[in-house]
């Protein structure tokens, strides 16, 4: 037997730690900086021009690019080019000693602070006394401060001299999320970009690009499953998608929808449009089955109400002529929006949207939230089948009498309603404000009443007095209101010609008239001598009115 010990196999050198997605795919250059072409384009352009201000405020909402670009533009102004002798350009090198060092996150003349942990006057003293003292290596000396909102009062303001004039071999580079926290001293010493959410559509194909990079599979629905959730954040995408590829397995596995849909807990395209089609099919069963199967399977009732909305605000984009062909969404689901936008009225659709908003909000803070769910997605039914306000304006102008008549159920139609076989038309300027009244048109509503005096109401024209200033726009505003009302095609003019007094001033007067008459009678007038200084507070007339 040997003395000698078995010790195994060697030890193994260990691996390079894994990069997390959102890292290993930072931006390097501009080109590579998605969605913020406007900035990209005023920055070479005062690079080419040697514009360049000595303070740059970045803010936008997270992972847009604020840090990448502060880092590319620290980049841009010191690269010297592969021959080492190249001048501040849009396009660094990324090869010079400088673009390499920055990149690594070492270069001695680039500093990094994070304002959220250096937050007080002491480390802002030891930036000004560092600013005084020329670059070691660089052209020039770059103070990178993130999440600058963070800054004490004290650290602000002992910022604000160096800010406005600093040493000309000293940039700052501010970047923040909350940018209403910046004091405007601070604001109006800094040239500002405004980075934007990133549009799906960009941040999925850019998805796409990570995934073929990565060895992948990744379906297409899948990538704007993952755009939609990341909101406009590149970051945040990535971090999905890294979560993505993790949850596809290890063995080659594909990125597909059911899986990211599952993964988020979204609810599923498909049957949110079998979910929406019984609502406007008015079929209660049929929604509480379909909701409480998509609750079974784990997802959340907000992310049904939520999906829902999406849903009204695709058939709404879809029936203005808008394009979504862009935004990822699937053929079938294009084809259900354009069939609702047909099938629904703007008003139908703008009623949907405010049930549905209301339904969300009531469930995210609700302590029962499928309870609640369930009954929002009621109410929207029930509310399906009360007829239009136009509608409604035209059956109370008429004579009929809405709604379902005694021992009869409502009936379960279309959310969208069905026009009046015929509208009685208005008669008065005290008819339209009625109908703009019932329509919820108060805006114009209110104008009618208060500033239009009638010189000839007759149908299909009103001709308005113009003695007193009107808005330019509202005759014809007032037209179209009354087009879509009744159908029927209106026209208002405007005459010189003094015309009836407003609706405002004939009702005061019926009222000053009415106070007149309840003055004049035996018993009021008994009532005031027998108690001087009282006074008429309120009447009501003989129709029950309190006045």
């Not at 000004?128 to 602000?156: G, N, P, T, W």
């Not at 009732?301 to 029936?319: I, N, R, Y």
């Not at 239009?388 to 009936?411: K, T, W």
Request: hydrophobic share 45%.
């Amino acid at each position: 037997m040997s003395d000698s010990l078995d010790l195994g196999e060697p030890p193994q050198p260990k691996g390079a730690a894994y990069r997390v997605l959102a890292r290993k795919y930072r931006p390097q250059t501009f080109r590579e900086l998605i969605g913020q072409d406007a900035m990209v384009t005023t920055l070479a352009n005062a690079i080419k021009r040697d514009r360049l201000a000595h303070a740059f405020l970045l803010t936008g909402v997270r992972g847009v690019g604020k840090t990448s670009t502060a880092r590319l533009i620290a980049k841009a102004l010191n690269c010297i080019g592969p021959d080492g002798q190249g001048g501040p350009t849009i396009d660094p090198c990324g090869v010079c000693e400088p673009c390499r060092a920055i990149a690594e996150g070492r270069h001695i003349d680039v500093i990094e602070m994070d304002a959220a942990s250096h937050t007080g006057i002491d480390d802002i003293r030891e930036i000004i006394e560092a600013s005084r003292y020329a670059a070691v290596s660089a052209r020039y000396k770059i103070y990178i401060i993130d999440e600058v909102h963070m800054l004490s009062k004290a650290a602000f303001n002992g910022l604000l001299k160096t800010l406005e004039e600093p040493p000309g071999h000293v940039k700052f580079l501010f970047a923040t999320t909350e940018v209403n926290k910046v004091p405007v001293t601070v604001l109006s010493r800094c040239q500002r970009f405004d980075l934007k959410r990133i549009p799906a559509e960009l941040l999925a194909g850019h998805f796409a690009e990570v995934a073929r990079a990565e060895g992948v599979e990744a379906e297409p629905d899948a990538l704007a499953l993952v755009a939609r959730a990341a909101e406009g954040s590149a970051r945040d995408g990535l971090s999905i998608l890294d979560q993505a590829i993790a949850h596809a397995g290890i063995e080659g596995g594909a990125v597909t929808a059911d899986a990211v849909r599952d993964m988020l807990g979204l609810s599923d395209r498909g049957a949110i449009r079998t979910l929406f089609g019984t609502l406007l099919e008015g079929d209660a069963v049929g929604a509480l089955a379909n909701l409480r199967q998509q609750y079974d399977l784990g997802v959340d009732p907000t992310a049904v109400l939520k999906t829902l909305l999406e849903t009204v605000h695709g058939a709404t984009l879809v029936k203005i002529g808008a394009d979504l062909g862009a935004t990822g969404q699937a053929a079938e689901e294009r084809a259900a929006l354009t069939e609702w936008a047909t099938a629904l009225s703007f008003p139908a659709l703008h009623r949907l949207w405010q049930l549905l908003l209301k339904g969300h909000d009531e469930v995210a803070r609700a302590a029962l939230p499928i309870e609640t769910a369930e009954m929002a997605l009621l109410r929207v039914i029930h509310a399906a089948s009360l007829p239009d306000p136009g509608e409604l304006a035209r059956q109370i102008a008429s004579g009929g009498v809405p709604g379902p008549a005694v021992g009869q159920s409502a009936p379960t139609a279309p959310v969208a309603p069905a026009p009046a076989a015929e509208a009685v038309l208005p008669a008065s300027l005290r008819d339209v404000h009625t109908l703009l009244d019932a329509s919820d048109r108060m805006r114009l509503a209110v104008d009618v009443w208060h500033r239009l005096r009638v010189v000839s109401f007759a149908f299909p024209e009103i001709i308005l007095s113009n003695l007193t200033p009107l808005p330019a726009d509202l005759p014809k505003e007032l037209a179209a209101e009354l087009r879509a009302l009744t159908g029927k095609p209106w026209k208002v003019t405007l005459s010189p010609t003094p015309g009836d007094p407003t609706l405002a001033e004939q009702s005061a007067a019926a009222e000053d008239a009415a106070r007149a008459a309840v003055l004049a009678t035996p018993m009021v007038a008994a009532a005031l001598a027998a108690f001087p200084g009282a006074e008429l507070k309120e009447f009501k007339l003989a129709g029950g009115k309190q006045a």
